[in-house]
């Protein structure tokens, strides 16, 4: 019998599952982290996948985010217009967070980041610092490439498929707008909605640097959507 991964992520040298399912029956070997929805009984059997129809559903399970921005990247006549990528929690680690950056050679997202031992998961401030820390060392400063400077955690539940990626556009499909799409397909908690039309009107904005600094600043300004 051949099982199929649900999700692949590299951690340095060691491949980590997040768990196998069988694709006859449409079944996970292992129960899957998120607990379901109240409202919708499809979702309470834990070893099902998609309601059991991987054809035409991918897996909605992922958990918050934190949206990246490195306003030194990216130098294009005398302006810095910056990099914007993710780290999605890991649906069956919470401490544990993928990374997701999209450039004009196509999008990487095997490597993982383990938040240190000593952070409260619950303190989003302390989780984000560590994070954003380990994946700059690793992923940026590195390869001499700008740091990511600013961040926004933002709760909810989400996930990345690469099925949704299409070609890189500087305008149209750029970093910043590659990530607020892989957010836009999940589910902002609190208010939902409100968040939606805040994230989603900076998808007309080509500078990854101005479309993180709006969301920024709308975080503060706009009491109603609690981040």
């Keep these: 019998m051949k099982y199929r991964c649900k999700t692949c992520i590299r951690i340095h040298d060691n491949i980590t ?14 129960q899957d982290s998120y607990r379901g929805e109240q409202t919708d009984p499809g979702t309470w059997n834990l070893y099902a996948y998609c309601h059991g129809n991987p054809i035409n559903f991918i897996d909605p399970t992922g958990h918050d985010a934190i949206l990246m921005n490195a306003p030194k990247a990216t130098p294009h006549l005398g302006y810095r217009l910056g990099h914007t990528a993710l780290a999605i929690q890991v649906s069956y680690n919470k401490r544990l967070w993928q990374y997701i950056t999209f450039t004009k050679t196509g999008v990487k997202d095997n490597h993982c980041y383990m938040l240190d031992s000593k952070v409260n998961i619950k303190n989003h401030s302390a989780v984000m610092s560590s994070i954003v820390k380990k994946i ?57 909605w409100a968040k939606r039309v805040v994230f989603s009107a900076q998808l007309a904005q080509p500078y990854p640097n101005l479309a993180f600094l709006q969301l920024k600043a709308l975080k503060v300004a706009a009491s109603f959507v609690k981040f």
């Excluded at 599952?17 to 292992?30: C, E, K, Q, S």
């Excluded at 099925?163 to 990530?179: F, L, P």
């Design 17 to 30: 599952y997040a768990g196998y399912y069988d694709p006859n029956i449409g079944r996970f070997l292992t």
């Design 136 to 192: 700059n060392n690793k992923e940026r400063i590195a390869f001499k490439a700008a740091a990511y400077v600013h961040s926004l955690y933002i709760s909810g539940n989400f996930t990345h498929n690469k099925n949704w990626d299409k070609k890189y556009n500087n305008i149209t499909n750029n970093c910043s707008q590659r990530s607020i799409k892989v957010l836009l397909r999940g589910k902002f908690s609190g208010n939902d």
